[in-house]
């Protein structure tokens, strides 16, 4: 079957290719280093893909599944990620300025902030995953499995689930360095209180 990326600006296409699924159709682009800048992947199944690198900038992965994606270095500035699946995804080095978070609790609109937007570390605390953490245009937000919220609300929830022990500690010393970093690199229009 022939798949086709286009651009979500002028609906032309940036790459194509006859193969058997549109996350093979990325990787390859990808791969060949095709320019995808604005690609259109709404809604796109790239569970597990390989897009190390790759340049989506301004590219619309709303409602994407990307989950355990390796998106190591991948520049995504002013990407729509809106709605994404992220679990899993390895988002180390990506380049997330301006990338739009948006979907999580009545937000309409949210928007990474600063040079360097995105934090994460891991594996940690009872799942033994990753925690992740970005700096928005609405203040500091946590990934950690199924939650998404505040880190003030992190805070209260592994308050509430672990409220001593090893766990308890690990998570404390996380939202510590989360902290931290909002503090070293939100921008000082959208700095909110953290500690």
Not at 47 to 54: C, P, T, V
Not at 110 to 120: E, W
Request: hydrophobic share 45%.
């Amino acid at each position: 079957m022939k798949f086709e990326i286009k651009s979500r600006f002028s609906g032309a296409v940036l790459f194509s290719l006859e193969t058997e699924s549109l996350k093979l159709c990325v990787e390859a682009a990808v791969k060949s280093g095709a320019d995808l800048y604005g690609a259109d992947l709404y809604g796109a199944n790239l569970y597990g893909a390989n897009l190390s690198g790759a340049d989506l900038s301004g590219a619309d992965l709303s409602v994407a599944y990307l989950s355990r994606a390796d998106l190591y270095g991948a520049n995504l500035y002013g990407a729509d990620l809106y709605g994404a699946y992220l679990y899993g995804a390895d988002l180390s080095g990506a380049y997330l300025s301006r990338a739009n978070l948006s979907g999580a609790h009545g937000k309409t609109r949210i928007t990474l902030v600063g040079d360097r937007p995105f934090f994460t570390t891991g594996p940690i605390g009872s799942r033994n995953a990753m925690l992740q953490a970005f700096l928005t245009d609405a203040g500091v937000y946590v990934r950690a499995g199924c939650f998404w919220d505040t880190l003030d609300e992190f805070r209260k929830a592994v308050a509430k689930t672990h409220p001593s022990g090893p766990h308890a500690e690990e998570y404390k010393a996380a939202i510590a360095a989360i902290a931290w970093h909002a503090h070293l690199w939100m921008p000082k229009a959208n700095a909110v209180k953290v500690a």
